[in-house]
């Protein structure tokens, strides 16, 4: 095990906490139920599991497949295909996923540069692509003969047209640069608190308030691409409902199901890596007594996750002239 500074937090499990949590896993051997899927783990080859999966019961499918580059996930590696071969290999993969889906279901496939272009061209074909999503990676070392790779895309898809989008769950709160007050005076969609002016936004497809996981947030794993659990909850909130089935086949490290359990909707992944699924399992464990997402109060995303902003705040509701709720952290 890695010998780490005192005040790492980075989540890992000894070989008896292995032992233990892994009684939570599941593995199929025959077609199963949408019921006996609630908020499990599966610990198998996703070839293996997909066939026996249910149809129709996805209300939210997100997909963070290994991208197209060389990349060692605790001893099981994946190698970058040329590009026809990564589109093939996706093309099965996505048609394997789409009996899954219900008829009003949303899908979000992350992706970096090189491997948007390949999943766009698959996607494109079966659903309805709704938006590309940027959003700011800002970890990781610089390139002394290139521009720092420091984004990742996340494509928006659609079965139909009739889909799941809650606007007023994922809005922003940003400072105000330019703080208007109508003729009478009182601030004109902002509000201002001890920290400063903030005003709610609406959320745009491109984001610059996502922190990476390190080593003194409590959600970080060793899982080389762990997404946020921030970047998460944003696509859970904005296109699924409390109670709605979230699937998310290549799990990782679980964050997907640790922000839906944390989000109150049903879930199911599946991960091929045992310490991986245990990391996963002892997540969901925590999250049962400490729902807090980083970068997330009082229904709103703030624009870093910074607890030192997020104090009381009044501010209008846009133009229907209503007013939050004072955020209290």
Avoid at 111 to 124: A, E, I, K
Wanted: hydrophobic share 35%; glycine share 4%.
């Amino acid at each position: 095990m890695k010998k780490r500074a005192p005040r790492n937090r980075t989540l890992t499990c000894t070989e008896a906490e292995m032992e233990l949590l892994s009684t939570d896993l599941l593995r199929l051997t025959k077609p199963v139920s949408p019921e006996s899927l609630v908020n499990r783990i599966l610990n198998q080859d996703l070839d293996q599991a997909l066939p026996l999966l249910p149809s129709c019961f996805v209300d939210l499918l997100i997909l963070d497949p290994p991208y197209n580059l060389t990349k060692n996930y605790n001893g099981h590696v994946f190698r970058s295909r040329e590009a026809a071969e990564y589109t093939a290999w996706f093309g099965r993969i996505l048609s394997l996923l789409l009996p899954l889906l219900r008829p009003r279901a949303s899908l979000y496939v992350c992706s970096d540069w090189q491997t948007s272009s390949l999943v766009f061209s698959v996607l494109d074909e079966h659903l309805h692509v709704r938006n590309r999503i940027t959003w700011e990676r800002e970890k990781g070392r610089g390139a002394k003969t290139n521009w720092k790779n420091n984004t990742e895309d996340i494509w928006f898809c659609t079965v139909a047209d009739d889909y799941c989008f809650n606007v007023h769950d994922v809005m922003l709160k940003r400072r105000v640069i330019a703080p208007y007050r109508s003729d009478d005076g009182n601030p004109k969609d902002w509000g201002e608190s001890q920290n400063g002016k903030y005003r709610l936004t609406h959320p745009s497809n491109l984001w610059s308030d996502i922190t990476i996981p390190f080593w003194s947030m409590p959600e970080n794993t060793d899982h080389p691409t762990q997404k946020p659990e921030k970047l998460i909850a944003k696509l859970v909130l904005a296109s699924s409902n409390p109670g709605d089935f979230v699937f998310d086949p290549f799990l990782g490290s679980g964050t997907t199901a640790v922000v839906a359990r944390k989000l109150n909707r049903r879930f199911c992944g599946i991960e091929l890596d045992r310490e991986y699924c245990c990391w996963a399992v002892k997540r969901l464990r925590q999250a049962e007594t400490d729902t807090s997402i980083q970068g997330y109060a009082d229904g709103v995303f703030w624009e870093r996750n910074s607890l030192n902003d997020q104090k009381s705040c009044k501010v209008p509701r846009g133009s229907r002239g209503k007013t939050l709720e004072l955020f209290n952290v």
